[in-house]
């Protein structure tokens, strides 16, 4: 837990405390706090490349979750003439930022307005109703381009410290779902009346979206499974501590370093085989890391421990090898400003940053493979959509692709085997891309 600037004690503020049904550990020494996390993910090569590219597979969201195609809950005609809003799963960028969530502590009941600028990217999806939800489906034109407004917000949000009405109807559906961790955290229910009238409760603000602007730190990497790696910061502020994590079948490396000061680079000696344990093993490790370094940045116990358990599966059991790492909040504030009104006594907001990382063997055994792919009949077809679907790429697959295309020369007969191979690839459950396109 992140240590508190007074600590509080005596028996009438502890029961005082418990009144509002949190315990006191759980409360800023501000009477009104509010609390956030996220992640931005990237997907760089071993030049340090980063990569546009699209996951495939839809969010893992509740069906109640608003998003640019869906922003009132029901269907949406087109917004203008032959434009379609794309999702962001229809959508190729740089960067993903993924699951930003806003907490808020109170000893008192209150209203607030939230509002969030995203002013270099895209927001896709959030959940409780936006005052103005249909801005986030209105395309813009700028420089001839096609964008959509970059800001929300959520007005006459109703913070309801020690509610347990109202956190009795939080929505929840019967299907699995990373969502609901993050509210395994002390924060208030909040209360927001949405623009069709209906009244909805959650545990906190939350959103996502896409950008084009490269993240903050660099990796780059020599040798065939990236033994030697190099990170460097072209952030204006320092970034760190950072994880270097890699999983191979049974087995993960970690290496843990310090935080990085801006235009520093930094080399490091990953040798898997050397320093390689059991996966389990490690990977209890780096979360327990990880939970300590975001208490350490501002979050709460619980507040860390959700968004280690949210992002468990893809940060730490992924198989491949990305490089985590925490991003100050003077970053946070300026990519994405927020602005509270009433202004909290305390903003605590903490970013992970994610670079997953395309090794070169990752990359020489795709090539390989689309090489027999495109020349092989049909068994020889099917035993190369088997070999692509063992290299680990996952939902990377598709930077993967891009970036093998990047680096060769282009004809048509690779280009065609590529994407045909990319499409047999997909998982079952991938969901149709729906891009920026003419409508029919």
Same mark, same amino acid.
């Given at each position: ?151 929300? $917000? ?5 913070? &309801? ?5 109202? /956190? +009795?109807?939080?929505? !929840? #559906? =019967? *299907? ?106 490690? $990977? ?5 890391? &990880? ?5 350490? /940045? +501002?979050?709460?116990? !619980? #507040? =860390? *421990? ?125 969901? !149709? ?8």
């Amino acid at each position: 837990m992140k240590t508190l600037p007074i600590f509080v004690a005596g028996f009438a503020l502890t029961a005082t405390f418990s009144a509002l049904g949190r315990p006191p550990e759980a409360e800023s020494s501000a009477s009104f706090a509010a609390h956030e996390w996220g992640t931005f993910t990237s997907v760089q090569g071993a030049d340090g490349v980063q990569l546009e590219w699209n996951p495939w597979v839809a969010p893992e969201l509740p069906k109640f979750v608003y998003d640019v195609r869906n922003p009132l809950g029901r269907q949406q005609k087109l917004v203008l003439p032959n434009v379609r809003i794309a999702g962001k799963t229809g959508t190729v960028s740089r960067l993903r930022m993924e699951t930003p969530v806003i907490y808020f502590y109170s000893k008192e009941r209150r209203t607030v307005d939230v509002d969030v600028n995203f002013p270099d990217g895209r927001v896709t999806e959030w959940y409780p109703q936006l005052a103005n939800p249909k801005a986030q489906a209105t395309p813009a034109r700028v420089d001839g381009l096609v964008s959509t407004q970059t800001t929300m $917000r959520w007005g006459g949000v109703e913070i &309801l410290p020690g509610d347990d009405a109202a /956190a +009795g109807k939080f929505p !929840k #559906e =019967a *299907a699995g779902s990373h969502y609901y961790a993050a509210r395994e955290t002390d924060a208030a229910p909040l209360h927001v009346k949405a623009v069709d009238g209906s009244d909805q409760y959650e545990k906190f603000l939350f959103y996502r979206g896409v950008a084009q602007f490269q993240a903050p730190l660099e990796v780059s990497h020599w040798g065939e499974n990236a033994e030697q790696i190099r990170i460097q910061n072209h952030a204006k502020q320092p970034m760190g501590p950072y994880f270097i994590y890699s999983i191979r079948g049974n087995k993960a490396a970690l290496v843990e370093e310090p935080v990085l000061d801006p235009g520093v680079m930094d080399d490091k000696n990953f040798r898997f085989d050397e320093i390689a344990r059991p996966a389990d093993e490690v $990977r209890q490790e780096l979360g327990a890391k &990880l939970r300590a370094a975001l208490t350490k /940045a +501002g979050l709460y116990e !619980k #507040e =860390a *421990a959700a968004m280690v358990k949210t992002w468990d599966d893809s940060w730490l059991g992924e198989p491949g090898l990305r490089v985590l790492y925490v991003m100050p909040q003077k970053w946070a504030d300026e990519v994405l400003p927020v602005k509270i009104s009433p202004a909290p006594a305390e903003m605590k907001r903490v970013f992970v940053g994610r670079a997953e990382i395309l090794t070169n063997a990752q990359e020489w055994a795709l090539l390989k493979e689309t090489l027999h792919y495109a020349e092989g009949g049909a068994l020889e077809k099917k035993a190369a959509i088997a070999a692509v679907n063992n290299i680990g790429l996952g939902r990377f697959a598709d930077p993967a692709f891009r970036h093998l295309a990047m680096k060769l020369p282009s004809t048509r007969e690779f280009s065609q085997a590529s994407f045909t191979l990319l499409e047999a690839t997909k998982p079952a459950n991938a969901k !149709k891309q729906v891009d920026l396109a003419d409508a029919p």
